[in-house]
């Protein structure tokens, strides 16, 4: 058996591990630790979610970086926010024998100022989402001059919510570099065309079959139609009494409107999307991580990378739009060892997809019937009379009522009791389900076109779920090493370009400056004239580089 000793790593960081109850590494653990150690290795680590590459990466960080020093020398990028405090929680505890190292999470929503003066107290490992870590690198509170070691986590969905320019400012401008790491869950050509432009050979490790889902989990699958998808998350959620699990929908709204409509309902959920404040999402996470909340519903963006342990089930409320984002929402579950179920709640239509996700993932979906209102009762039912012999009265203070209660029971028999604490606890299930229909769809019963989506909102459209972490259009894009501070501004640089370039302003689509570089979409018919006409000129005696922003 390997041992965390043996892949080289301190005694001090071991004992850590040990006490957090790890006895071997995984196998992503096992394989990158020994690279990474070697502090020179730019290395793509590809596993699915809940393989432990928070440690694969950790771990050797904070072998690697000296707390001695006072500046800080490794860098975390990753999505969100929630995913930041993850990581940082998560590396404090590796640190508990290293307490001279100091690590920070940076990110975007909450006030600056303090983040800035928490980084002049001699922060060694800054975990930063991409947006806020650009802001503190254009107003000088960061100096990523002497960073050494850059990590990319989860990348792939960085590249997905648009921050591909982000990600290469942060690397173009750490030029002591001395490795880079990029872990994913899967390989989009986007990352191809990251890691070989900004890394040194890296080694890439794959730990099991890319984008294949975790072999814990069973996935399963329900046909309705669409305007009954939410009577049929409410029976899925009724059927399985004790769940804790997170749900999925593709749009804040979505998220947003079920949740509102659960709660009405009597049910222990609440939403996590982007447009709650960081105070709402804070407690929404904490209250859900402690079990104090049963049920989650989460953007895709909101909720990845989140480790939280034994959900019992992840629930796709809607398939993604992307069939790839199936696997970072199945791996919320059936994390280190446990096992777990995936339901999607689909129609007819997009039985399709399911059998693209078979195929990508291979592994195959079980197709289930959505339990009928009869079996929804008697599962709430047995569920019920466990709870009920098993509670626990050793302790209560009962015996004082005893005398009381016999008084007042005494002319009802044993069976009558239990009919009524039964009817207390059951009325509202089998005063709704009374009358339930059958939400499957049977063959004989071919669907209707849907009128309206989802049934509860139809303003939640499947375009606004893109545009929530999805850039790009049909043009190509530039890369020019003027910025901000060369004394541009956005018109003033856009009729820079254009007087140079002699094209109409029409070619153009979205300029995004930064301080030192800007990169501006582009007609790819319009591009090369503008390369040509703008590329080696010198603007203020220096020379001016442009060129496609996707190669070197
Ligand atoms: P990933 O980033 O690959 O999705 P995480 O780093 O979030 O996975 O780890 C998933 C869970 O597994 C965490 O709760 C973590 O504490 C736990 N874990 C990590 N490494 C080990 C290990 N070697 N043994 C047991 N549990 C581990
Ligand atoms: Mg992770």
New binding site residues.
């Given amino acids: 058996m390997m041992t965390f000793e043996g892949l080289g790593l301190d005694p001090k960081l071991v004992q850590a591990?040990d006490a957090?109850?790890?006895?071997?590494?995984?196998p992503?653990?096992e394989k990158a630790i020994p690279i990474l150690l070697s502090g020179t290795t730019d290395l793509v680590g590809l596993?699915?979610?809940?393989?432990?590459?928070?440690?694969?990466f950790g771990l050797p960080l904070l072998q690697l970086v000296d707390s001695t020093l006072k500046h800080p020398q490794a860098l975390i990028v990753c999505p969100t926010r929630e995913l930041c405090m993850?990581i940082v929680n998560?590396i404090e505890l590796f640190k508990k024998f290293v307490p001279a190292m100091r690590i920070l999470a940076v990110y975007g929503g909450t006030s600056i100022s303090m983040q800035i003066r928490d980084l002049k107290r001699g922060i060694h490992i800054v975990v930063a989402t991409p947006g806020r870590l650009i802001d503190l690198i254009e107003r000088k509170a960061i100096n990523l001059e002497q960073i050494s070691y850059v990590v990319l986590?989860e990348a792939d969905e960085m590249l997905n919510m648009g921050f591909q320019e982000d990600i290469e400012f942060i690397l173009q401008n750490t030029p002591q570099r001395e490795s880079t790491w990029l872990?994913s869950?899967t390989m989009p050509p986007q990352i191809r065309k990251v890691s070989k432009k900004y890394m040194n050979s890296p080694v890439e490790i794959t730990v099991g079959k890319v984008n294949t889902a975790n072999k814990n989990v069973d996935h399963q699958y329900y046909v309705v139609s669409a305007q009954h998808r939410y009577e049929t998350l409410k029976r899925l959620i009724d059927f399985n009494p004790g769940i804790y699990g997170i749900i999925f929908t593709r749009t804040k709204l979505d998220a947003q409107n079920v949740a509102e409509k659960l709660t009405r309902e009597g049910y222990d959920i609440d939403a996590l999307h982007g447009d709650l404040t960081q105070q709402q999402r804070d407690r929404v996470m904490k209250q859900f991580r402690e079990k104090a909340l049963q049920l989650l519903i989460a953007t895709d963006v909101a909720a990845r990378?989140i480790?939280v342990?034994e959900i019992s089930h992840v629930i796709n409320y809607e398939l993604p739009d992307d069939i790839e984002v199936y696997t970072h929402r199945s791996?919320r579950t059936g994390?280190?060892?446990h096992t777990g179920i995936c339901m999607s709640i689909v129609h007819s239509r997009e039985v399709g997809k399911i059998k693209q996700i078979e195929r990508l993932i291979q592994v195959p979906f079980h197709k289930l019937e959505v339990p009928t209102g009869k079996d929804v009762c008697r599962k709430q039912f047995f569920t019920f009379m466990d709870k009920l012999i098993n509670t626990d009265i050793s302790h209560g203070d009962y015996e004082t009522y005893m005398p009381m209660l016999e008084e007042k029971f005494a002319d009802i028999s044993k069976e009558e009791v239990l009919k009524r604490v039964a009817g207390m606890e059951f009325d509202r299930f089998l005063k709704y389900y009374e009358n339930a229909e059958d939400l499957n769809i049977r063959d004989d019963r071919r669907e209707r076109r849907p009128i309206r989506e989802a049934g509860i909102s139809k303003i939640g459209s499947r375009d606004a779920g893109r545009r929530e972490y999805r850039g790009g259009n049909g043009n190509m894009r530039l890369f020019v090493n003027l910025g901000t501070k060369d004394g541009f501004y956005k018109a003033s640089f856009l009729q820079f370009i254009l007087d140079m370039s002699e094209l109409p302003k029409e070619v153009l689509g979205k300029i995004d400056m930064k301080e030192l570089n800007s990169w501006i979409e582009i007609d790819p018919k319009a591009a090369e004239k503008m390369i040509s006409a703008i590329d080696g000129k010198k603007f203020k005696g220096r020379r001016i580089r442009m060129n496609d922003a996707n190669s070197r």
């Fill in positions: 591990i957090l109850g790890f006895t071997e590494p995984t992503i653990q596993a699915q979610t809940g393989t432990g590459k928070t440690a694969a993850q998560e986590d872990f869950a990378g480790d342990k791996g994390r280190a060892g």
